[in-house]
């Protein structure tokens, strides 16, 4: 069983190995709250998760190191396991979903772990791990459901509890719940008048779903670009851990997700996945109830793919108002494109793309299509040039 002495013991036996992440004053988050970020994005392999397999592996018998270990992960975890595995000299070899990001796979080998790709998501490696588990006698971590795990994990509930004694809440990602496990179980065993707060995508609901309705289910599919908490199916243990010690667990769009994203680059400084940015992400939209308090939200990992942060950005910008793109019909004549231009330009957007298209189903026999991308201030002056363009006479389409 966990005890409050075990994450202690965990917190020692990791000092010399993983990164203290400082608490960064984020005022900006939400105006109505105190926010702090706990940045495990910082850490050692740009994730928590070397927390919990760095302890877990600390532990393994002689005889266990012996015969390597097995895990499976969308990216982190495998990051921590396959540096702890190294640093003993044990053989690692890592499940992870072939739709990982690149960089997460690159990133694992690099630090001397055998990699297997497994057609699907995290719960289909899970499968692949635990086969060759059985068939090779290796020694499996799981990447939540497990004390030890837990444990070092919690550490991170030790850690911002001793930076910021008197935080009212503590908002964290969830995917299988190994990190919230253990934060909320070192914290409310400390002080129990503390909220704890999980946050999960909204196309990968599983434990929100499985603590409404009081047992664990298995999601028939989970989409989201926060790969890193795409999980179908909790843990047992979790499950238990979550069902004593976290206060609620709300959920975030990827719309949300990619605005938190954005945010922490601009205002922060900070890189942060998706599953990291989940926290952000439910203080910003105001998911949880923390006006007026002191909150802590843990941006757990910043492994993105390059290729997916441009993305990310992209609709961060529109989610925020930042950027727009619409279609106005308009007769084709000369003088119509510079007349819209005027009209953009003197509510002060910038515009970056033109698209001109003469289209037969139009209501005018002349008419033809304007799309238009621009950069805009917010959303306010988004409708400011919506408004504009109606009275001078344009219809607009999108």
Do not use: W
């Amino acid at each position: 069983m966990l005890t409050l002495d075990r994450i202690y013991q965990a917190s020692y036996a990791l000092r010399t190995v993983i990164r203290r992440t400082d608490l960064i004053f984020a005022p900006r988050i939400n105006p109505k709250s105190q926010i702090y970020l706990k940045p495990e994005n910082l850490q050692v392999t740009g994730s928590f998760k070397v927390r919990g397999a760095c302890f877990k592996i600390s532990q393994l018998t002689k005889e266990e190191k012996e015969r390597g270990v097995v895990a499976c992960s969308a990216g982190n975890h495998a990051q921590g396991v396959a540096l702890s595995a190294t640093a003993h000299g044990i053989k690692s070899l890592i499940c992870l979903p072939d739709n990982a990001p690149i960089s997460k796979v690159e990133a694992t080998k690099a630090l001397g772990a055998d990699i297997c790709l497994v057609e699907g998501v995290y719960d289909d490696a899970y499968q692949k791990a635990l086969q060759l588990r059985d068939e090779k006698g290796y020694t499996f971590i799981h990447p939540f459901d497990d004390e030890d795990v837990i444990a070092g994990q919690g550490t991170i509930g030790l850690e911002l509890l001793e930076q910021l004694p008197d935080v009212d809440a503590v908002i964290v990602p969830i995917g299988g719940g190994g990190l919230i496990s253990g934060v909320a179980f070192a914290i409310k065993q400390l002080n129990p008048k503390i909220k704890v707060y999980g946050v999960q995508a909204q196309g990968a609901p599983s434990m929100q779903q499985a603590i409404s309705h009081g047992k664990i289910e298995r999601l028939e599919s989970v989409r989201t670009i926060a790969d890193g908490i795409a999980v179908k199916e909790p843990g047992v243990n979790t499950f238990d851990y979550c069902q004593q010690f976290v206060d609620d667990i709300v959920t975030v769009s990827d719309d949300e997700i990619s605005t938190a994203i954005l945010a922490l680059i601009e205002q922060q400084k900070l890189i942060a996945e998706g599953a990291g940015a989940v926290s952000v992400a439910a203080a910003m939209f105001n998911k949880v109830p923390i006006e007026g308090k002191k909150v802590v939200c843990l941006v757990s990992g910043g492994n993105i793919d390059v290729t997916i942060l441009s993305r990310v950005i992209g609709r961060g910008l529109q989610k925020s108002g930042r950027s727009v793109t619409m279609t106005i019909e308009l007769v084709d004549k000369p003088g119509q494109l510079q007349h819209v231009s005027e009209i953009i330009a003197r509510c002060g957007a910038n515009v970056v793309s033109v698209y001109h298209e003469r289209v037969s189903h139009t209501k005018d026999i002349n008419g033809c299509y304007l799309h238009l991308e621009m950069e805009t201030r917010n959303q306010q002056q988004i409708n400011e040039i919506q408004q504009a363009l109606t009275v001078a006479g344009y219809r607009i389409i999108s």
